[in-house]
């Protein structure tokens, strides 16, 4: 019943969150350019922008860290090249109109340097659009008065944590834990808080930035829109829109 009920409250976060990122990045793409998609697995990002902006292979760029993935695009023709997102990406300045990082930056070591790249290879007035878990979250918060792990993260590299319920964690069934694996997909390593994200966006020379949150955990689906605007400091998921600042 417990975890029902917080796997219904997190359907709805997330699936806000990203109907939500999802029109900021059309809106970035209206008028033409090239984006980045920064986690790009193999591409499904490029077949949801084909179909509501209308964009073309040439202007999709991706950038993945699991080997294999990268590979599997190519033969659907699609740019997307192997590269690990805590090192300098891989592209000249003022490349893209448009960055996006949709549930990636908590899965790396080095995530301020990462923004600072996705600032470079911006063109001026670009846009950059992040999702990323909150760690400031009143159930983290709860969990860790407990004792327990908390439940964005940092977590442990281990699997048997994960089975034995110490990482309290609310996922479909299709997803594997994959803690010890070379390029883990679910285990977060260095989490933000509303507030430092916001700022920290600001410092390195981002303006408009604009941060909506989603998911005031422990409340019930039918409060949310009300307490997610009142109080986004604590919610689950944030979803932040920044401009690279013209000069």
Excluded at 161 to 181: A, H, N, T, W
Aim: with cysteine; hydrophobic share 35%.
């Amino acid at each position: 019943m417990f975890r029902r009920y917080f796997k219904n409250v997190y359907e709805r976060t997330m699936g806000e969150a990203y109907g939500l990122a999802s029109r900021e990045i059309v809106r970035a793409l209206e008028n033409g350019g090239d984006c980045l998609d920064c986690g790009a697995g193999g591409g499904h990002w490029f077949d949801k922008l084909s179909d509501l902006v209308g964009i073309d292979k040439s202007r999709y760029y991706g950038i993945e860290w699991n080997p294999e993935l990268p590979n599997d695009s190519r033969n659907k023709g699609l740019n997307i090249i192997h590269g690990d997102l805590n090192n300098d990406l891989p592209f000249e300045s003022g490349k893209f109109t448009c960055v996006f990082a949709l549930s990636v930056l908590e899965h790396l070591l080095n995530g301020c340097h990462f923004l600072k790249e996705c600032h470079r290879v911006l063109q001026d007035k670009g846009t950059l659009t992040l999702i990323t878990p909150n760690i400031s979250t009143y159930f983290t918060i709860a969990l860790l008065l407990l004792g327990n792990m908390p439940s964005t993260g940092p977590h442990p590299d281990s699997t048997a944590l994960v089975q034995e319920g110490e990482l309290f964690k609310v996922r479909s069934e299709e997803m594997v834990p994959d803690p010890e694996s070379h390029t883990p997909v679910f285990r977060h390593l260095v989490v933000f808080s509303f507030r430092a994200l916001k700022k920290y966006l600001r410092m390195i020379g981002f303006s408009d930035v604009v941060g909506r949150c989603f998911g005031l955990y422990p409340f019930p689906n039918f409060m949310q829109p009300v307490l997610e605007r009142i109080d986004p400091y604590h919610c689950h998921q944030m979803v932040f829109t920044a401009k690279k600042s013209s000069r």
